[in-house]
Nanobody, 121 residues
Framework: QVQLVESGGGLVQSGGSLRLSCATSGFTFSTYDMSWYRQAPGKERELVATITTAGGSTNYADSVKGRFTISRDNAKKTVYLQMNSLKPEDTAAYCC??????????????WGQGTQVTVSS
């Protein structure tokens, strides 16, 4: 059974930091690209950051560049999102996503349930 379980969300003041974790099971973690998405009330889901299978490449949304860092531990089957200098506009539900693709074809696509991040001003 595939599971992606996020943790680490919470309430933090503007300028603070949080570290999100996404612990996974039920699939071969090391072969999946991992991403963090977020969705605020009334807004579309936004891709925050992606890390490739071996962690050799990362990409970030412009809105979080220089503040957020995505990383992974393939031995622990866990992906992380270190969030620094948080702003009220970072308030959202954050979900992790796992994708296994062959070329441009997505073969498997898994989602976690999400963890809430609230940044107070």
């Amino acid at each position: 059974q595939v599971q992606l379980v996020e943790s680490g969300g919470g309430l933090v003041q503007s300028g603070g930091s949080l570290r999100l974790s996404c612990a996974t099971s039920g699939f071969t973690f090391s072969t999946y690209d991992m991403s963090w998405y977020r969705q605020a009330p009334g807004k579309e889901r936004e891709l925050v950051a992606t890390i490739t299978t071996a962690g050799g490449s990362t990409n970030y949304a412009d809105s979080v560049k220089g503040r957020f860092t995505i990383s992974r531990d393939n031995a622990k089957k866990t992906v992380y999102l270190q969030m620094n200098s948080l702003k009220p506009e970072d308030t959202a539900a954050y979900c992790c996503n796992a994708v296994y693709a062959l070329g441009r074809y997505v073969i498997h696509n898994y989602w976690g349930q999400g963890t809430q991040v609230t940044v107070s001003s």
